[in-house]
């Protein structure tokens, strides 16, 4: 703050600086790994788990698991997907880049513990890879609970895994690749919903932008929604069991 005791807004790292208030709504408690609940009936807002690993990208997705009352939530920062129960505690969770990628002839790439830190120099509010994103090999975005598998995707060039969910709730610890996306640009796909036929739908949004005016948050294009069903009986001459 200067001489007038109101905050100054800071494009780069400085000595100091702090998210603004209300941002992660550090005021009741929250940061940027937090999850919060809306009350049906009366509207109130409170936290309702918190992942302490993220220092400020974010959770990507969410998704519920109806049979086992359990939720699972994507961290951008770590790349984990955690494993939370009913009460909000945060039970255990899945590394992709670790567990997964080997399952499909992949290099294990484990978290490079880049953080983000908004007092250092190097630290810009226009520049995404200064935010402390997990590595685009292991980052996953969105999540989707169906069929007793947990899907999930990965990556800039979406990748989309899934892998199974045991009958006590747990990652069954199977891993596997599903497809890669094929789309007129390689973006992230960041939601994934199935219908009550089984059919797969896929969301892109365009990479992740910052602007200092606050006029874009994701750049503009052609994201995609993308339709996808499962082959049956496979067809063993096709890569990925969905077309």
Known sequence: AD??????????????????????????????????KIDGITGAVSK???T????????????????HREFFASDLDTGLIHRIDIEGNLIDSFDHGVAGRPAHGLAPVADDGALMDIQAAAFDS????TWGYTQDARRVWAVAYHGGRLYYSVGEKAEIWSVGIAS???FAGDPRWELTV?????????????????FMYLAQRGPVENR????????SGKGELIRYWREDPDDPATESAWV
């Open 3 to 36: 001489s007038d005791g109101r905050p100054e807004r800071q494009r780069r790292g400085a000595a100091g600086a702090v998210f603004m208030d209300g941002q992660f709504g550090t005021e009741n408690g929250g940061g940027p790994g937090t999850i919060w």
């Open 48 to 50: 309702f788990a918190d």
């Open 52 to 67: 302490d690993t993220n220092s400020g990208p974010g959770i990507g997705n969410l998704a519920f698991d109806p049979t």
């Open 126 to 129: 226009e520049d995404p890879a």
């Open 168 to 170: 006590d709730g747990s």
């Open 182 to 198: 094929k789309a007129d640009q390689d973006y992230a796909v960041t939601d994934i919903a199935f219908d009550n036929k089984s």
């Open 212 to 219: 200092y005016d606050y006029s874009r948050f994701a750049s």
